[in-house]
């Protein structure tokens, strides 16, 4: 399935690296969203964009930095991580606010 | 009480046999509903929405119940394939995009 694909499926990074997580959807959508999933937790939703705007912040650390240029592409900027970052971080996108979301396959980040 | 509580399981069960799972909600106003399935270490795929009316794909049937504030899964005639995690999700009224996930229930069936 490739609706929603993200780059790197893996990402191996030191503390004081900087590095970006790409998303790209092909479903016409006009919602994506970025997830963090750390081991036996819940999914915890990081930012939504609808449209190209920011509609949603969820008290993320300003280490993460996102970038929607366009309604197909997501990016998120990584800086000065820390350990516990280390998690799957998944894009999802849906045709809008009340619709089921897509993911794709996720980034899994191991911080170290 | 929890915005979203699923029993986290696991659920055992025999292949062919039925299985039901329920996700109780907090929040009334709460609109939209889906059921997702995630496999081990791989992404949430979304299984099926849920409507007032209810709805039924194949073997998989879902349920609303407002009054009660809660959604169910039921299963039937289940596969080793349908070993998964299952989560519920809210979404609140008023072109909401904050969904509310539950933690997942998991399922387990064997042969």
């Known amino acids: 399935e490739t609706g929603v694909t993200q780059t790197p499926r893996h990402l191996v990074m030191g503390m004081t690296n900087k590095k970006s997580l790409k998303c790209e959807q092909h479903?016409?959508?006009?919602?994506m969203y970025w997830y963090k999933q750390s081991a036996k937790k819940p999914l915890e939703l990081m930012f939504v964009?609808?449209?190209?705007?920011?509609?949603e912040n969820n008290s993320v650390p300003s280490r993460f930095s996102p970038e929607c240029p366009n309604s197909s592409h997501l990016f998120l900027h990584l800086h000065t991580l820390q350990p516990e970052d280390s998690a799957l971080y998944l894009c999802a996108s849906s045709q809008g606010s009340g619709w089921g979301q897509f993911f794709g396959p996720g980034t899994r980040l191991t911080v170290l | 009480r929890k915005e979203v509580e699923q029993d986290p399981g696991p659920f055992n069960v025999p292949e062919g046999a039925t299985v039901a799972f329920n996700c109780t909600y907090s929040n009334s106003a709460s609109q939209s509903f889906f059921w997702y399935r995630q496999d081990c270490r791989k992404e949430p795929k979304l299984l099926m929405s849920v409507y007032s009316s209810g709805n039924e794909d194949g073997r998989f049937t879902a349920q609303l119940n407002r009054a009660s504030q809660y959604i169910s899964l039921l299963i039937r005639d289940s596969k080793l394939s349908d070993s998964a995690t299952y989560l519920c999700?809210?979404?609140?009224?008023?072109?909401?995009?904050?969904?509310?996930f539950g933690r997942g229930t998991s399922l387990i069936v064997h042969p």
């Open positions: 999700v809210f979404l609140a009224s008023g072109g909401s995009y904050i969904p509310t």
């Open positions: 479903l016409g959508h006009n919602a």
């Open positions: 964009y609808s449209l190209e705007e920011r509609v």
